[in-house]
Nanobody, 120 residues
Framework: QVQLVESGGGLVQAGGSLRLSCAAS????????MGWYRRAPGKQRELVAT???????NYVDSVKDRFTISTDNAKNTVLLQMNSLKPEDTAVYYC??????????????WGQGTQVTVSS
């Protein structure tokens, strides 16, 4: 059973930093990619950052050079270091695990989300 649990959210002033953690009950190396999504109030879910099993990372343009996704292999966790936070970063952040199957199918697993609030 795959279970993802996020932590590290909270309230921070603009320009501050937070580090989100995603603890996985299953091995993160079983998945093709791990990532972070976010959903701001009144907006659609947005892909923030991903990291593949080969440690290739990708970011949405709005967070490039501010956010860093990484893995802590010993603790089987995925991290999102968020620096220079802006009020527009305010959202619920969700951890995601992707497993690509054959025939174009995939499986996605989601955490419960952690709230990030950036005040001005």
């Amino acid at each position: 059973q795959v279970q993802l649990v996020e932590s590290g959210g909270g309230l921070v002033q603009a320009g501050g930093s937070l580090r989100l953690s995603c603890a996985a009950s299953g091995s993160i190396f079983s998945f093709d990619a791990m990532g972070w999504y976010r959903r701001a109030p009144g907006k659609q879910r947005e892909l923030v950052a991903t990291i593949t099993s080969s440690s290739v990372t990708n970011y949405v343009d709005s967070v490039k050079d501010r956010f860093t996704i990484s893995t802590d292999n010993a603790k089987n966790t995925v991290l999102l270091q968020m620096n220079s936070l802006k009020p527009e970063d305010t959202a619920v952040y969700y951890c995601n695990a992707l497993l690509i199957k054959n025939w174009g199918l995939s499986e996605n697993y989601w955490g419960q989300g952690t709230q990030v609030t950036v005040s001005s």
